[in-house]
């Protein structure tokens, strides 16, 4: 993403004793806005069964519209100060979205970065939903990619962690690991909202590996609209290989939510930079639940963008999901009538401008 910078400070002056030092202070002002028209054969009904055709405006077809600041502060040999907050904006309606109901409440954290890696409390990521960003063909798409089976799955468990503290190891022979705990805090119940994640990722030239963990209880403190803590077990294993402008990604994940299914789901597919205006996407996800393999479903996506300038780009997006016993996959993350599937098969597509500053 493109970002500009704002320096808000620089040539701090501090006098102690007979030395002086100095270090440098800047806030990156960042965001994007991303805008689009989606369309489906079907929409699920309240009870579950076909509603009909859609044809909507969207906020986020291409990725969620977000805005943020980044600061960082040189504290001199090697260490760094940092801060992130970042809050989701609905382009469609000047609203919030993907925030969780809260101004900063995509992130909000601050840490220290230094030799011995990086170390960061508040509102992040968890290790568990990076490694599948990392392994996903279609880049977290908001339309037809693995951020629509996460969310079908557990919700914003995991995308947002309140309460955490994170540790990123510093690369070692190509590998880099990463924990996180994220503390409950209910009175009299340490358990309740309790949250843990670690992940190992192996990079080497056109190779990338990765693996990852997520254990979390449901309870706990946090107060947002949509379930932060649903109570889930999640295992991950990904890879990537880059032959020149053509990158094939897979992955496996498990999903073992409480009271729901416990899904297996097989996905890849490739990444083309086609000319350096033009990128071309497709991915392929097959989800089945272990417990019964009557519910089971299929879905595959294929996108392109063309790049008007490096901060804005043009997209088109469609794809296909079938599904089968009370299995439920849809089509967007974004648009959310096509959240949740019908029984059957559903096509459905979006196109819409993305702009980053």
């Known amino acids: 993403m493109k970002i500009s910078k704002l ?24 965001g994007i806005a991303d805008a689009a028209i989606t369309f489906s054969s079907k929409t699920a009904s309240a009870s579950g069964g076909n509603a009909g055709k ?42 919030f979205n993907s925030s969780n109901g809260n101004f900063f409440g995509r992130q909000a954290w601050v840490g220290l970065d230094g030799d011995f890696g990086a170390v960061k409390a508040g509102l992040q990521r968890s ?16 339309f037809a990619s693995a951020l629509l089976l996460y969310a079908e799955n557990v919700a914003v468990t995991g995308a947002f962690n ?3 503290v994170t540790y990123t190891s510093p690369k070692l022979a190509g590998f880099q690991g990463q924990a996180m705990l994220a503390l409950g805090g209910s009175a009299g119940d340490f358990s309740a909202g309790r949250q843990w994640s670690g992940s190992l990722k192996y990079e080497n030239g056109p190779l990338m590996m990765n693996a990852a963990i997520y254990d979390g209880n449901s309870g ?3 107060q ?38 416990n899904s297996n789901i097989y996905g890849g597919g490739v990444d083309f930079r086609l000319t350096p205006s033009v990128e071309l996407n497709g991915g392929v996800w097959y989800t089945t639940d272990r417990d019964d393999t009557v519910n089971h479903s299929v879905l595959a996506a294929v996108g392109a963008s063309y790049h008007l300038s490096p901060r804005t ?29 019908t ?15």
Not at 12 to 30: D, F, K, M, P
Not at 65 to 87: H, N, Q, T, Y
Not at 130 to 142: F, K, Q, T, V
């Open 54 to 95: 859609s044809f909507a405006v969207a906020d986020g077809g291409g990725g969620p519209s977000l805005f943020g600041m980044l600061g960082v502060e040189d504290l001199g040999s090697g260490l760094k100060a940092e801060f992130r907050l970042e809050s989701g904006i609905n382009v469609a309606n000047g609203g």
């Open 313 to 341: 780009s043009l997209y088109a997006q469609i794809g296909t999901v079938n599904n089968h016993g009370a299995m439920r996959t849809g089509l967007s993350v974004t648009d959310t009538s096509l959240l949740r599937g």
């Open 343 to 357: 029984p059957g098969t559903s096509i459905g597509g979006d196109i819409g401008i993305r702009h980053s500053f």
């Open 7 to 30: 320096k808000l400070a620089s040539g701090v002056v501090v006098a102690a004793t007979a030395s002086t030092a100095n270090a440098q202070s800047s806030v990156t002002l960042y």
């Open 224 to 261: 947002t609209p949509v379930p932060s803590t649903v109570a889930f077990e999640g295992r991950t294993m990904g890879a990537g290989y880059t032959f020149g402008s053509l990158t094939f990604k897979a992955s496996f994940v498990n999903y073992k939510v409480a009271h729901s299914f």
């Open 220 to 222: 706990g403190t946090v």
């Open 127 to 142: 290790p568990f939903f990076i490694a599948l960003y990392e392994s996903d063909p279609r880049n977290y798409s908001g």
């Open 162 to 164: 309140s309460n955490a």
